[in-house]
C-alpha cells in the first residue's frame, strides 16, 4: 500500500503532465525517496493510480540504472568505473570497497549499512577517481580515504 | 588574457545567484529582446551568428529553430539537455553549478524564439549539487518575473521546470530524451519526423545543450561580429574543453574555439605527469575516434577535428598514455556502451556484448587473430547507417581508431598470449 502523503505526491504530478503515463518515472522515483526500493507490490499500485498495466510500469522500472527493483542498503554507494577513472586507477578503490563491506557488485552488506554499485561517469574525471555515497559525491580520492568516508555513515 | 563569456565571472566553488548575476549585466540580454526584438529576428541572429551545438553533434542551432513552425495552436517546448554522461565529460557541471541563470535566460530567449510555451532542464541523476542550485535559481527567476506570465510586461508566457533523470546514458540523446520524459523507457524515435516538428508529446520541440544555450544572451548582447572574433577558426565563440587522464593539471577551461591539442595538454594541462609518455587522446569524451602524436597541431574546433578523423563531440580530452593498454582502454568504454545500449536494434544490442568479449579476452590472454578481424568487422556493422541511432557507431569510434593506431598492441596480446601492460584488473 502507498502512504497517503506519496498518493498525494503523485497525484499533484498527474496535474503537471497531459497523459497519466507520463507521470510514471516521477511516482518511481516519489515511491524509492522513502523506501530506498519499489516492491511489486509497488509497481502494482503505481499502475493502478496512472492507468497502466504493471508490466507496463515495470517496463519503464527496469530501463533505467538508478530505479531499484531489489532491497538496497541504508546507503548506496557508486563507484565510477568509466574512463577517467579507469585510467587512473579506481580498480584500487574496487578492491578495498570489496574487501572492507565484504560484498561484490550488486551485493548488500549483512547488517543492511552498504549497496555497492559500479556506475557511469559520474561527471567530474578532472578529479577522478571519484563515487558517490547517497547524495554525496568524493573526488580525487586515494584508497586510504575509503574507509573514512564510510564511517561517516550509519 | 582571452575572453571567457560563459565562465570567466565563476569563481572556483561559488554560484553567481540572481543578484550577482544582475550585477554582472544579466538579464540585460532577456530586457533587449523583450523591448526591441521579433521572435524571427532572434533566430536569424543566432543563425548567423553560425552557433554549433555544443552537445556532440554540432549543429547550427540557428538552423534548427527556423525548422520550428511559427502559426498554428497548442503547446510548443525547448528542452535544455543537461544529462552530460558521456564518459569523461565535465563541462555542462561547471555551467550548471556557476551560473545557472545565464542558461535560464539563454533559455528564457531561446523559447522565445521559438513561441515555446513549456520549458525543461533535463539534468542527469547524479548531478545533486547542480539540481539544488537550479531549482534555487528557477524561483529566484519566477519571483523577479522573468519567468511566468507577461515576462517583462511583454505579452509572452514561459513555464520552466526542472526534471531529474534516473540514469541512462540513452537519456542523452534527444529523441529518446523525449520519451523519457513522457514517462517511457530512453529509446529512440525514428526521424523524421524530426523533433522540430513533432517532439514531446507529439508538439515542436527544440532540444539544446547547456553550453549552446549559454552563449543566446551574450550573442543578443554583443552580436555576430563579437561571437566570431572570440574564435580562431571559421566555427565561431569560444569553447569549454577538458583533459583528463595523466596530465598534471587536469581540468576545463574557456578558450577560443581551435586552440590546438598541444596547446591544451602542455600550456593548460601541464604536460603529462612524470614518467608517463602521450600516446594519443579522445578529442571529445567517449564516442570520438582516437588522435595521436601527429595529430598535436590540429586545432580544436568542428571542422579541423573532422578533417583529422575524429569529431571535437563535447570538446573533453581523454588522454591515454604510454603505462596504460589501449586495448583495456578500449575495453573499458566498450563496456560502458554495451551496457547503456537501450537494446532497441539487433546490431547494437548484441554486436556491444560480443566486441565486448573479444576485448576481454585479449586482455586475458585468450585472443586470436581471428578475433581482430571479429573486432574490424564490427566496426562496420555498427557504424553508421546500421543503427537506429548514435550510440553505436559513436561506440565503433574509438575502437575503430584504436584498431588503426595501435594495432600492434592488439597484435601483442594475441602473440603473447598476455596484456603486456598487465596494470590493470578488470
Ligand atoms: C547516446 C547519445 C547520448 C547523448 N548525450 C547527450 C548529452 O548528455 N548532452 C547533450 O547535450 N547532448 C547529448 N547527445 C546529443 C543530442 O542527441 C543532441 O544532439 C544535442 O542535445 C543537441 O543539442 P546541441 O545542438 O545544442 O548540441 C547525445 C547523443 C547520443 C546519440
Ligand atoms: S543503436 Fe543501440 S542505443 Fe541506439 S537504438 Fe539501437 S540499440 Fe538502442
Ligand atoms: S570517468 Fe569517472 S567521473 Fe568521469
Not at chain 1, 531489489?70 to 568509466?82: E, N, T
Not at chain 2, 519566477?142 to 531529474?164: F, R
Request: hydrophobic letters at 40%; charged letters at 20%; glycine letters at 10%.
Amino acid at each position: 500500500m502507498l502512504t497517503a502523503t506519496e498518493i498525494s505526491r503523485i497525484e499533484h504530478e498527474l496535474q503537471q503532465v497531459p497523459v497519466k503515463k507520463a507521470a510514471v518515472i516521477e511516482a518511481l522515483k516519489i515511491v524509492q525517496e522513502q523506501r530506498r526500493w519499489v516492491s511489486d507490490e509497488n509497481v502494482e499500485d503505481i499502475a493502478t493510480l496512472l492507468d497502466m498495466s504493471a508490466d507496463e510500469v515495470d517496463s519503464v522500472a527496469t530501463f533505467y540504472n538508478l530505479i531499484f527493483r531489489r532491497p538496497v542498503g541504508r546507503h548506496v554507494i557508486l563507484l565510477c568505473d568509466s574512463i577517467s577513472c579507469w585510467v587512473m586507477g579506481y580498480e584500487g578503490l574496487r578492491s578495498k570497497l570489496m574487501e572492507l563491506l565484504q560484498v561484490k557488485y550488486g551485493q548488500t552488506t549483512q547488517d543492511g549499512r552498504f549497496t555497492l554499485l559500479p556506475n557511469a561517469c559520474l561527471g567530474c574525471c578532472d578529479r577522478a577517481p571519484a563515487l558517490m555515497v547517497d547524495n554525496d559525491l568524493y573526488r580525487d580520492l586515494k584508497v586510504d580515504e575509503i574507509e573514512s568516508i564510510l564511517m561517516k555513515y550509519e | 588574457m582571452t575572453e571567457a563569456p560563459l565562465t570567466g565571472h565563476i569563481k572556483d566553488g561559488e554560484t553567481l545567484d540572481l543578484r550577482a548575476y544582475e550585477a554582472i549585466g544579466g538579464y540585460q540580454a532577456l530586457r533587449k529582446v523583450m523591448q526591441e526584438m521579433t521572435p524571427q529576428e532572434v533566430t536569424a541572429l543566432v543563425k548567423e551568428s553560425n552557433l554549433r551545438g555544443r552537445g556532440g553533434a554540432g549543429f547550427s542551432t540557428g538552423m534548427k529553430w527556423s525548422f520550428v513552425p511559427m502559426d498554428g495552436k497548442g503547446p510548443k517546448y525547448l528542452i535544455c539537455n543537461a544529462d552530460e554522461m558521456e564518459p569523461g565529460t565535465f563541462k555542462d557541471r561547471w555551467l550548471l553549478e556557476g551560473n545557472p541563470h545565464q542558461l535560464i535566460e539563454g533559455m528564457i530567449i531561446s523559447a522565445y524564439a521559438i513561441q515555446a510555451d513549456i520549458s525543461f532542464v533535463f539534468m542527469r541523476w547524479a548531478y545533486k549539487e547542480a539540481a539544488a542550485i537550479m531549482r534555487k535559481a528557477l524561483s529566484e527567476a519566477y519571483a523577479a518575473g522573468y519567468l511566468g506570465s507577461n515576462i517583462l510586461g511583454k505579452d509572452y508566457h514561459l513555464e520552466m521546470h526542472l526534471h531529474t533523470g534516473v540514469g541512462r546514458y540513452m537519456c542523452g540523446e534527444e529523441t529518446a530524451l523525449l520519451n523519457s520524459l513522457e514517462g517511457k523507457r530512453a529509446t529512440p524515435r525514428a526521424k523524421p519526423p524530426f523533433p522540430q516538428i513533432s517532439g514531446l508529446f507529439g508538439r515542436p520541440t527544440i532540444v539544446n545543450n547547456v553550453e549552446t544555450l549559454s552563449f543566446i544572451p551574450h550573442i543578443m548582447n554583443k552580436g555576430v561580429a563579437w561571437f566570431q572574433s572570440l574564435s580562431r577558426t571559421g566555427d565561431g565563440g569560444t569553447k569549454i574543453y577538458g583533459v583528463s587522464g595523466r596530465v598534471n593539471k587536469p581540468g576545463a577551461w574557456e578558450l577560443p574555439m581551435g586552440v590546438t591539442v598541444r596547446e591544451l595538454l602542455e600550456e593548460y594541462a601541464g604536460g603529462m605527469q612524470n614518467g608517463y609518455g602521450f600516446r594519443g587522446a579522445l578529442p571529445g569524451g567517449a564516442s570520438t575516434d582516437f588522435l595521436t602524436t601527429e595529430h598535436l597541431d590540429v586545432p580544436m574546433d568542428f571542422t579541423a577535428i573532422a578533417a583529422a578523423g575524429s569529431r571535437l563531440g563535447t570538446g573533453t580530452m581523454v588522454v591515454l598514455d604510454d603505462h596504460t593498454c589501449p586495448v583495456g582502454f578500449v575495453h573499458n568504454l566498450e563496456h560502458f556502451f554495451a551496457q547503456e545500449s537501450c537494446g532497441f536494434c539487433t546490431p547494437c544490442r548484441e554486436g556491444l556484448p560480443w566486441t565486448e568479449k573479444i576485448l576481454y579476452a585479449l586482455e586475458q590472454g585468450h585472443g586470436t587473430t581471428a578475433d581482430l578481424e571479429q573486432l574490424d568487422l564490427h566496426t562496420r556493422w555498427l557504424g553508421p547507417g546500421n543503427t537506429f541511432c548514435a550510440l553505436a557507431p559513436g561506440a565503433m569510434e574509438p575502437l575503430q581508431s584504436a584498431l588503426k593506431y595501435f594495432r600492434e598492441d592488439f597484435e601483442r596480446h594475441v602473440h603473447e598470449k598476455k596484456c603486456p601492460y598487465g596494470n590493470h584488473s578488470h
